[in-house]
């Protein structure tokens, strides 16, 4: 279990086939108010460990996101 205060990025990277994350949010979903950054964005120089140089599987929404230098600021 992980507590994510509202408003701070976060992202989830699954090693095995049949992980499965859930999610308890403190309010009603709200995609409006919604916004993505690159899982890859280099500023950020997350080392996410890819395996057989294999990209992940992404949403769209993710594979959509921008990088963190382009994000709308609140």
Same mark, same amino acid.
């Given at each position: 279990m992980?507590?994510?205060p509202p408003g701070c990025a976060h992202?989830? $990277?699954?090693l095995t086939p049949w992980a499965e994350i859930l999610y308890k +949010?403190? #309010?009603y $979903? +709200?995609?409006q108010w919604e916004r993505t950054i690159k899982w890859d964005d280099p500023t950020i120089g997350? @080392?996410?460990p890819i395996i057989n140089n294999q990209a992940p599987t992404l949403?769209?929404? #993710? +594979? #959509?996101?921008k990088l963190l230098s382009d +994000? @709308?600021?609140f």
């Open positions: 992980l507590w994510i992202g989830f $990277y699954t +949010a403190s #309010d $979903y +709200a995609p997350i @080392e996410w949403s769209q929404k #993710d +594979a #959509d996101g +994000a @709308e600021l």
